[in-house]
């Protein structure tokens, strides 16, 4: 059995040399913090984009930005995002025991494995990750701004919200556990038409009002399975960042839209 996944989009969708990647990753930091302000509480959960990182990058970095003050207290990332190339029902674990980007390896958490293996939405593929992009590109950020953590990656494939929320809620944890949703909006819209109708699936998503379609959010399974979970757990979404590829490196013809959210858990006010 294959041990380590290694990269996969290395050098296409990110540089493939560890320092550039390095560089280029905190540099995106970097802007993210100067540009937005930082997080008065770490977030439970985030929805951040998969797409090169030319193009959603600079979005990413803002949600990843806001983890800066957990950096020593996250020791768990529960990563889902949708499948692109091969098909899967359910949600497909790995089989390995890390991944690999040129930053590093990332151990699996093989206790979270053991936790949810027996659930029947819940497989095992090695083909279903081995070029799978959505849940590759969030690595190097949970590398750059996290000390010393563990990986549960889940490649959502046909599954409906309630399987997704069923896992979450087994993996939940508290503090030490992030749940990290790989999704992009909108595809291959004019760059207007694009702009309304990103704005009317962020909309939604913040009031968890209802469920988002597959043309609204690739990754809308696992969206809308944390939008079940976060309303269970009472938590509140907040808009960090939402743009388009017509906005960074791309023209506005045919663009894909991005957005970075974070779910924070409510604090109670004191008297």
């Known amino acids: ?18 320092q550039t990647l390095a560089n280029d990753v905190n540099e995106m930091l970097q802007a993210a913090r100067l540009g937005h302000s930082e997080a008065q509480v770490l977030p439970k959960a985030i929805i951040v984009p998969h797409a090169g990182y030319i193009y959603s990058g600079p979005v990413a970095a803002v949600a990843y930005a806001q983890l800066a003050a957990a950096h020593d207290i996250i ?27 040129p930053l590093g390896e990332i151990q699996i958490d093989q206790k979270a494995v053991a936790a949810i293996e027996h659930m029947p939405q819940v497989v095992e593929s090695a083909a279903v990750h081995a070029q799978e992009h959505s849940l590759e590109v969030q690595l190097p950020f949970l590398q750059s701004v996290l000390d010393d953590f563990k990986l549960l990656p889940l490649a959502v494939g046909d599954a409906t919200p309630g399987e997704v929320a069923e896992v979450l809620e087994v993996l939940w944890g508290g503090p030490e556990t992030l749940i990290v949703i790989s999704s992009d909006l909108s595809h291959f819209l004019p760059y207007q038409t694009a702009q309304s109708i990103d704005a009317q699936t962020v909309q939604t998503i913040l009031t968890m009002s209802h469920e988002v379609s597959h043309q609204q959010a690739c990754g809308g399974t696992p969206v809308n399975g944390l939008m079940l979970a976060a309303k269970h757990h009472q938590l509140q979404p907040q808009l960090l960042d939402l743009c388009n590829s017509g906005d960074t490196a791309g023209d506005k013809d045919r ?17």
């Open 255 to 271: 663009v894909v839209g991005y957005a970075a959210i974070a779910f924070n858990e409510t604090v109670e006010q004191e008297q």
């Open 75 to 101: 020791k768990r990332v529960v990563l889902l995002g949708p499948v692109h190339r091969v098909p899967v029902r359910g949600l497909a674990l790995p089989g390995v025991s890390a991944f690999a980007t």
């Open 1 to 18: 059995m294959q041990q380590v996944r290694p990269p996969a989009v290395a050098g296409a969708f990110y540089h493939g040399h560890k």
